[in-house]
T-cell receptor
Framework: DTEVTQTPKHLVMGMTNKKSLKCEQH?????MYWYKQKAKKPPELMFV???????INESVPSRFSPECPNSSLLNLHLHALQPEDSALYLC??????????????FGPGTRLTVL | GEDVEQSLFLSVREGDSSVINCTYT??????LYWYKQEPGAGLQLLTY?????DMKQDQRLTVLLNKKDKHLSLRIADTQTGDSAIYFC????????????FGTGTRLLVSP
């Protein structure tokens, strides 16, 4: 299984809602990533987990809250989002996130619309 | 700085070669990558090159790296309509984690 899966595929939410994005991989990878991709822009790194510990937070607002309950799962909890947070949210995983760890495997993304 | 620039758009005919260019500014880049993104999909790693190499060939793909000019290119030979997608170059440095900085992306359109 060389796949990263993400649910849901699409999500529409209001600014007062609380929702969660989910990501799963069964490749035995120990590093997992959240990226945000606005339309016609490159992906931008948000968070990195390594061995279930948060290792990088790229100054992301607190309305985005990541969680890594085990080595296969990565969640992104959303609360009080703004319309400008509408984007494609991509999850990725890699072997262990250290030097020489060459490939990140990406999921298909969750397209989020905030009304 | 970590600016990675690409031209926005490239249009070619099926069977021609495509060359997608990328310039970067971070001289401490260790690995440089090319990713492909089809509409509504995630990113697929096509190939990568280590910064002490100047060329890498992988089937229809040829990567050229000019470290002095901080210029990276991807040549796709015999381009097919299935190659139509957005292509991102990306760089990472030799830090503990694979922090990728992506280029602005080039949309490749292949016409029959």
């Amino acid at each position: 299984d060389t796949e990263v899966t993400q649910t849901p595929k699409h999500l529409v939410m209001g600014m007062t809602n609380k929702k969660s994005l989910k990501c799963e991989q069964h490749m035995g990878h120990r590093a997992m990533y959240w990226y945000k991709q606005k339309a016609k822009k490159p992906p931008e790194l948000m968070f990195v987990y390594s061995y279930e510990k948060l290792s990088i937070n790229e100054s992301v607002p607190s309305r985005f809250s990541p969680e890594c309950p085990n080595s296969s799962l990565l969640n992104l909890h959303l609360h009080a989002l703004q319309p400008e947070d509408s984007a494609l949210y991509l999850c990725a995983s890699s072997q262990d996130g250290n030097g020489g760890d060459l490939e990140q495997f990406f999921g298909p993304g969750t397209r989020l619309t905030v009304l | 700085g970590e600016d990675v620039e690409q031209s926005l758009f490239l249009s070619v005919r099926e069977g021609d070669s495509s060359v997608i260019n990328c310039t970067y500014t971070d001289s401490s880049s260790t690995y440089l990558y090319w990713y492909k993104q089809e509409p509504g999909a995630g990113l697929q790693l096509l190939t990568y090159i280590f910064s002490n190499m100047d060329m890498k060939q992988d089937q229809r793909l040829t990567v050229l790296l000019n470290k002095k000019d901080k210029h990276l290119s991807l040549r796709i030979a015999d381009t097919q309509t299935g190659d139509s997608a957005i292509y991102f170059c990306a760089e990472s440095t030799n830090t503990g984690f694979q922090k990728l900085v992506f280029g602005t992306g080039t949309r490749l359109l292949v016409s029959p």
